[in-house]
């Protein structure tokens, strides 16, 4: 029988393989990896980040929805009193709720890009400087109610819907430039902010 002739195995080309392959994969597992991850959890802060501003926007402008609704006349004054408490509560809620955003307004800020990075902020100072004020508390829960819609959009909205994002971007510079003009001046018997104003008066 014939003798087959075999191949010749190169042992080096063998051995440098298995060490690159062996070098990359320890390469990827303790060079390469540990930033991907770190990468992958600064990603995923940035969505909740993101996800909880915007949750916190639409609770602000319920609560402020609350507070500009009219009290019925018609109705009994157990049910005027459980509203009044009710809003009460709603702006103590919100109050709160504006300075724990306003407290980490870096930390929400840095979670989205430029230009919607300066809208979170034009936002949370706003809002801030609305709860110290001497508007009164309903004149405060209008401009937070109307600050909800256009700062939601923007931060949502894309440059691919551009008219919703341009009138959301419009409306928010208007509003928040209407608020830094000085407030008219508090007029006789108009309750100080952080009072609770009595049955008569228009919260």
Not at 7 to 36: C, G, H, I, Q, S
Not at 175 to 203: F, N, S, W, Y
């Amino acid at each position: 029988m014939p003798l087959v002739n075999l191949p010749m195995v190169n042992w080096d080309t063998v051995v440098t393989a298995a060490t690159t392959a062996v070098f990359v994969t320890l390469a990827v597992e303790y060079l390469a990896k540990p930033r991907l991850e770190a990468r992958k959890e600064r990603i995923l802060e940035d969505v909740r980040l993101r996800r909880d501003l915007l949750t916190a926007i639409l609770d602000l402008t319920l609560s402020a929805a609350i507070l500009v609704h009219e009290i019925p006349n018609d109705a009994s004054a157990e049910v005027k009193q459980s509203l009044r408490q009710e809003r009460k509560r709603h702006y103590e809620r919100m109050s709160l709720r504006i300075n724990e955003l306003h407290d980490n307004a870096g930390r929400y800020a840095r979670a989205f890009k430029e230009p919607k990075r300066t809208a979170v902020l034009r936002y949370l100072n706003c809002v801030k400087g609305l709860v110290l004020s001497e508007r009164t508390r309903h004149r405060q829960a209008e401009i937070v109610h109307s600050l909800g819609v256009p700062v939601a959009t923007i931060l949502e909205g894309t440059l691919w819907w551009p008219i919703p994002y341009a009138k959301a971007w419009m409306k928010l510079e208007g509003l928040v430039a209407d608020t830094e003009m000085p407030a008219d001046p508090k007029p006789t018997g108009t309750p100080e902010i952080g009072r609770q104003p009595a049955a008569d008066e228009r919260v």
